[in-house]
């Protein structure tokens, strides 16, 4: 079977779009979910009916609250030894007391990575493990909408009063009776932020009007940013703490009725490490102490031991049951048992039930095989025996008996809760290995052939710079030398048996993995015909590499190699090319690497810009000034350009490529001006980047640098990003004009028009007659309009494709329309670009005119060349753009350009596009130029296709297998995951881009066969 390199590549890039779609599955679990809120709640369980008939428990409902007010008071990045350590002793002298021999119960609360703010709220607030994909999913709405806390508490009538971090207003936004938001942004704020708090707290305190209260202070995690954990700053901040603890306790106390005793709460969110910060899982950060204080607990009596490890989950269960509301649906949490530890052993039981009941039920929902689960057995092991200790209870049996039974009935509870909530904590913590591992192999897999046919290619283009070996060249083989055709080793019968061998090893495999103990897997979920499925691809791909190995075996054998005329024909670019690729894959492995992965771009670009200039000096100059050589090298020159052609098609006629040879002779000897525009091009790009580096601060370290798109987005400096905005809309107009054909210029010319008063609309710039921005609207008008001309220009330019192919027209007609499908993608760019980036756009244009105009097509440099410069471009302005590593960074505004609401698939669509505009408008900028440079190789576009899929797939598959080595790593979440996510949307743009490759390349394989 044959296949031309751009659909080998395309389909390459699918088959991988598959393999990272299965590994990103395996690496970010579904968090385990109960079926949506919508369906019946299902009413609560009934305490275990006592065997036999006749008798019948009357308790049926939730049980009523233990406690009549809750105060929890939440002291962000409060880690465990600020309390229980000496720190504790010298700074929360009253705390310390009640801890020591007050009535009170403590634990240390250990919270799962990511140890940042929101999800450790979330976490408190649902007793679920938000997975990494959470992050994600909730991007557009921050409200939280799961099953959790603050819901039940309002909906059973509660009172809810809330001050501090406002994280916690936008994830319950209509929950609180009261609350006052503080913004936790300026991190140099060690007082105002807990003074905004404190100062309620003396009013609230001598009222009677709610029932639960929440306080979070944010000074202590600031203090931990700016300065640490052992800083002189700590000490007081603690102090101040205390003495508030010791406000709310002792006004609680005074409020207590013989009704029903108070309850206070202390918690940190998360810990922080040595430095301060926090995100990561070291045990500074993950361990957090957890106070339970109330006049219904009995008195502790002497100094603490350490403190019982509980999860930070736990918090959400044992809160539900203090104030009789059902446990929230997704958590994972188990009832902290001392706490309901002074009722009477039918309560507890009654509690832990419950508690058991609900876990129960989640595994029900999320794990097929629910019965098998230990967890499962032993809940119901103890639910029979919970009724047969009812039945005694109920027959009036009271003796010492009873309570012992009892004992032993709850410690089989408590048992099955513990595998019950570790088994369903397992699902979202731990990695899904086997679904990892298959995704891995079938990526891995096609690296190898492609890597092979790199090789083959790389000899290639050797053999046709390669100046002096046209005697060698007539003996390659045909296979070898057109190599925009590659045989696809396929169907040699004695692979077949090889194929049908290695599918049922992978099936064996496959069961065994899936039917041994730990079945929790999302590739064994899966039914057995994809599962086949999957396993035939790869057995087929590895007889593919098989016989493609033995075929370079048998062509090793035939006398064509010429290494060292191959190494001496590599210029300077090729050098460059190929270590800065090898580096940017190393660099992969280490986190502030990827952190600041824009750096290692700017330094590429800017070194390739030099080298250019090296490049061009020497064409211009040595070319032309040694005369006597001069014509011999330029006719080398002829002959290499002959022998390129020959090499890459063979089907062009001689004639042809003699003429081909003197177009482009005649186009070495460049006119005057131009040959110094030419030298000074390089120069004036490394100005651009320069230029383009300080609007935008991006990474980390050094993101909070200001940085010149601040300073034009902030409200006093309006006038001058107007203006900005408005001559980059004219020059993105007369770069893009000028290929145009007459209509898309106008629909070009009103469609930028429309992009200046959308942004108007929605206040962004204004226009020089309007003096103060009245009304701001939604723009969606103006933004519907720019859409009209995008779709018109973009349908312009298809049409004209079409026509191109279905009439075998001129070449012009294609050009035409290719590039009027690049500008309707800048058009749309534009317009979901935020103003002060409308200067990216600008810059990318120029810098792609002038690099065509005045330095590749003077250089002639090869296909494989242009695309990894594009390439390198592409990268470079994804983060010129603002963009970075972090999810932080995407610009989810773009999402809602020109809609009235969030409606999903275009909300995504228009964000990726405005995230990978760069990478996509150089991609298809390196298409409209290869096939406006067909007439000189015609396999280009095919080449252009196949260096692209493999500059995007050779990072993505080493990075996942450093991914897969560095998950326990303790910046994964923080920084290789967002990596790896951007990675893999990337490969599927990659993979669109590639097909849309081919379709342009097939069109002309097909006229080119014509003309034959
Ligand atoms: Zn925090
Ligand atoms: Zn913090």
Redesign the pocket.
């Known amino acids: 079977m044959r296949l031309r390199s751009g659909v080998f590549a395309a389909s390459c890039l699918l088959v991988e779009a598959l393999g990272v779609a299965l590994f990103l599955r395996g690496f970010f679990p579904v968090p385990v979910r109960s079926l949506p809120r919508r369906e019946a709640r299902g009413d609560p369980p009934a305490e275990p009916a006592p065997p036999g008939p006749g008798m019948r428990s009357n308790w049926t409902k939730i049980p009523p609250p233990l406690f009549k007010k809750v105060v929890i008071v939440l002291i962000?990045?409060l880690r465990d030894d600020f309390v229980f350590g000496s720190k504790g002793k010298q700074f929360m002298p009253y705390t310390t007391q009640v801890v020591e021999k007050g009535t009170s119960y403590s634990f240390i609360a250990e919270a799962k990575p990511p140890?940042?703010?929101?999800p450790?709220?979330k976490a408190l607030m649902t007793g679920s493990i938000p997975g990494f994909i959470d992050v994600i999913v909730n991007l557009n709405s921050p409200a939280l909408l799961d099953d959790n806390l603050i819901w039940q508490a309002k909906a059973a009538g509660k009172r809810i009063i809330f001050y501090g971090?406002d994280t916690w207003v936008k994830l319950f936004p209509k929950h609180f009776v009261e609350y006052d938001g503080t913004t936790?942004f300026f991190v140099s704020d060690f007082t105002e932020v807990d003074n905004n708090v404190t100062r309620h707290l003396d009013r609230v305190l001598k009222r009677e009007d709610w029932d639960l209260l929440i306080l979070h202070y944010?000074g202590l995690?600031h203090i931990g940013h700016m300065t640490g954990p052992n800083s002189p700053l700590v000490g007081p901040k603690l102090h101040e703490m205390d003495n508030i603890l010791k406000k709310i306790h002792i006004s609680l106390l005074s409020k207590e009725e013989a009704s029903l005793p108070n309850l206070l709460v202390v918690c940190?969110?998360?810990g922080m490490s040595e430095t301060g910060s926090?995100g990561g899982s070291s045990e500074g950060e993950v361990h957090t102490p957890l106070l339970f204080i109330s006049s219904a607990f009995e008195k502790r009596s002497g100094p603490l031991t350490q403190p019982e490890l509980v999860q930070q989950t736990d918090l959400a269960s044992t809160l539900a049951v203090g104030l009789g509301l059902p446990i929230s649906r997704n958590s994972v949490g188990n009832l902290i048992l001392p706490v309901v530890g002074g009722k009477t052993m039918r309560e507890q039981l009654r509690f832990v039930h419950l508690n058991g009941f609900q876990l129960s039920r989640l595994l029900q929902q999320n794990t097929p095989a629910y019965e098998k689960d230990p967890g499962y057995e032993h809940f119901k092991k103890a639910e029979k025996s919970h009724g047969n200790w009812i039945k005694l209870y109920l027959e009036g049996n009271n003796s010492e008996i009873l309570l012992n039974l009892g004992k032993k009935v709850l410690k089989q509870y408590l048992e099955a809760l513990k595998t019950l909530s570790s088994s369903l904590s397992k699902q979202v913590a731990q990695y899904d290995m086997y679904s990892m591992m298959v995704g891995t192999v079938i990526i891995m897999e096609l690296r190898l052939p492609e890597r092979k046919l790199g090789i083959l290619h790389d000899l290639c283009a050797a053999y046709s710079k390669a100046k002096v070996l046209l005697l060698l060249l007539l003996s390659v083989p045909k296979a070898l030398s057109s190599q925009a055709e590659f045989e696809v080793p396929l169907s040699p019968p004695l692979f077949s048996l090889l194929f049908y061998l290695m599918c049922l090893m992978l099936c064996a495999v496959h069961v065994i993995v899936c039917t041994s103990a730990e079945s929790l897997c999302y590739f064994c979920s899966m039914s057995w015909l994809t599962a086949a499925g999957v396993m035939m691809l790869i057995s087929a791909l590895m007889c593919g590499i098989l016989s493609a190995i033995a075929k370079i075996f048998e062509n090793s054998r035939l006398p064509l190699k010429n290494p060292v005329v191959s190494s001496s024909s590599r210029s300077e670019i090729d050098v460059l090319i190929l270590a800065g690729t090898i580096g940017h894959v190393l660099s992969l492995g280490a986190s502030s690497f990827i952190e600041e992965e824009h750096q290692t771009w700017y330094f590429l670009i800017n070194t390739l810009c030099l080298v250019l200039c090296q490049e061009l000096c020497r064409n211009n100059f040595l070319l032309k000034e040694c005369d006597p050589q001069c014509g011999t090298t330029v006719k080398q020159n002829v002959d290499s350009i002959g022998e390129a052609s020959e090499c890459k098609n063979i089907d062009i006629p001689a004639a042809g490529s003699s003429k081909l040879g003197k177009a482009s002779s005649s186009a070495d000897f460049i006119k005057g001006s131009d040959k110094w525009i030419s030298l000074a091009s390089p120069w004036i790009i490394l100005i651009c980047c320069r230029l383009l580096r300080s609007l935008n601060q991006t990474g980390v370290q050094w993101a909070h640098r200001p940085d010149f798109g601040h300073w034009l987005t902030s409200s006093e400096h309006k006038p001058e990003l107007s203006f900005l905005a408005a001559v980059s809309l004219l020059m993105i107009f007369f770069l893009v004009q000028r290929r145009c054909s007459l209509v898309s210029k106008i629909a070009m010319a009103l469609g930028l028009l429309g992009v200046y008063s959308y942004r108007a609309a929605i206040g962004n710039v204004i226009f020089p007659w309007q003096h103060d921005s009245k009304d701001i609207s939604k723009g969606i008008t103006e933004a519907r309009f720019v859409y009209v001309f995008v779709l018109g220009i973009v349908f312009t330019g298809t049409k004209d494709l079409l026509k191109s192919q279905v009439i075998s027209t001129d070449s012009s007609v294609k050009s035409t329309g290719l590039w009027e499908v690049y500008s309707g993608l800048v058009l749309l760019a534009a317009l979901l670009f935020r103003p002060h980036n409308l200067p990216v756009l600008v810059f990318c244009l120029l810098i792609q005119t002038m690099m065509t105009k005045y330095i590749w097509r003077p250089l002639k440099s090869d296909a494989a060349q242009i695309t990894i410069m594009h390439y390198w471009f592409g990268q470079a302005f994804f983060y010129f753009q603002g963009n970075s590593n972090g999810i932080a960074t995407v610009d989810v505004s773009a999402g809602f350009v020109g809609l009235e609401s969030y409606v999903e698939i275009p909300a995504i669509f228009l964000t990726a596009f405005a995230t990978y505009a760069g990478p996509l408008l150089w991609a298809i900028h390196l298409l409209c130029y290869l096939s406006s440079e067909v007439s000189r190789n015609s396999a280009a576009v095919g080449h252009g296709c196949f260096c692209y899929a493999l500059m995007r797939s050779i990072p993505v598959a080493i990075y996942i297998v450093l991914v897969t080595g560095l998950r326990y790593h303790l910046f994964i979440w923080s920084v290789f995951s967002p990596k790896l996510l951007y990675e893999g949307v990337h490969v599927f743009i990659t993979a669109a881009i590639c097909l849309f490759f081919t379709a342009m390349d097939q069109s002309y394989s097909q006229k080119v066969q014509d003309r034959k």
């Open positions: 962000d990045a140890t940042v703010t929101m450790r709220i971090d936790s944010l995690d940190g969110d998360h926090h």
